[in-house]
């Protein structure tokens, strides 16, 4: 089974700021890698599939990248609504096991 | 538009059995892969079962030989059938499109399932 380990687990950040959430898999997989932000008492929201395709409505300052073993979400300029946990999850092979999560908080 | 519904969560004891639904809209459940996710409170998402297009199934380590996911075409909904329960399995479950190209591209609002006695 390929495991995610997600960091770092927590983040201050500010609004404005560029931040960067890295997901590692236990072993080289295909792109077959999602990012979904989750805000509390809500469902996950997709943000970004394949690894690097953006979800329909999503907001561009979001982007993902990487391959093999690395791969990243990038939020290009923080804003208020983007305060939340963030999941990347692989759909590799089964289990399609999610990362423990990045919980993103406001300084 | 496409929603999903989930019905069935509450408070049940140790060892009892509890069945949640997940009614689709938009969508034809049996054409898709379907999944349940769960989450303990104040915990991360954790991947629970899936039922393929073509009828397979598959469930984590964790619930295997206790929960059955099952799918009913003609009204269109998913189930998850939870038998033997723990106390580790009080959560969230989440009903969920996919995993395909688009990982999970639908949710639904979650039901709660607390066991305790």
């Known amino acids: 089974a390929i495991q995610l380990t997600q960091s770092p687990s927590s983040l201050s950040a500010s609004v404005g700021d560029r931040v960067t959430i890295t997901c590692r898999a236990s072993?080289?997989?295909?792109?077959?890698l999602v990012w979904y932000q989750q805000k509390s008492g809500k469902a996950p929201k997709l943000l970004i599939y394949?690894?690097?395709s953006l979800e329909s409505g999503v907001p561009s300052r979001f982007s993902g990248s990487g391959s093999g073993t690395d791969f990243t979400l990038t939020i290009s300029s923080l804003q208020p609504e983007d305060f939340a946990t963030y999941y990347c999850?692989?759909?590799?092979?089964?289990?399609?096991?999610f990362g423990q999560g990045t919980r993103l908080e406001i300084k | 538009e496409v929603q999903l519904v989930e019905s069935g969560g509450g408070l049940v004891q140790p060892g009892g059995s509890l069945r949640l639904s997940c009614a689709a809209s938009?969508?034809?459940?049996?054409?898709?892969?379907m999944s349940w996710v769960r989450q303990a409170p104040g915990k991360g998402l954790e991947w629970v079962s899936v039922?393929?297009?073509?009828?397979?199934?598959y469930y984590a380590d964790s619930v295997k030989g206790r929960f059955i996911i099952s799918r009913d075409s003609s009204k269109n909904t998913l189930s998850l059938q939870m038998n033997s329960l723990r106390a580790e399995d009080t959560a969230v479950y989440y009903c969920?499109?996919?995993?395909?190209?688009?990982?999970?591209?639908?949710w639904g609002q979650g039901a709660l399932v607390t066991v305790s006695s």
């Open positions: 969920a499109r996919g995993p395909m190209i688009r990982g999970h591209d639908y």
């Open positions: 394949d690894a690097s």
């Open positions: 999850q692989q759909y590799n092979s089964y289990p399609p096991h």
């Open positions: 938009g969508f034809t459940v049996s054409s898709n892969f």
């Open positions: 039922i393929y297009s073509a009828g397979s199934t």
């Open positions: 072993q080289g997989m295909t792109n077959a």
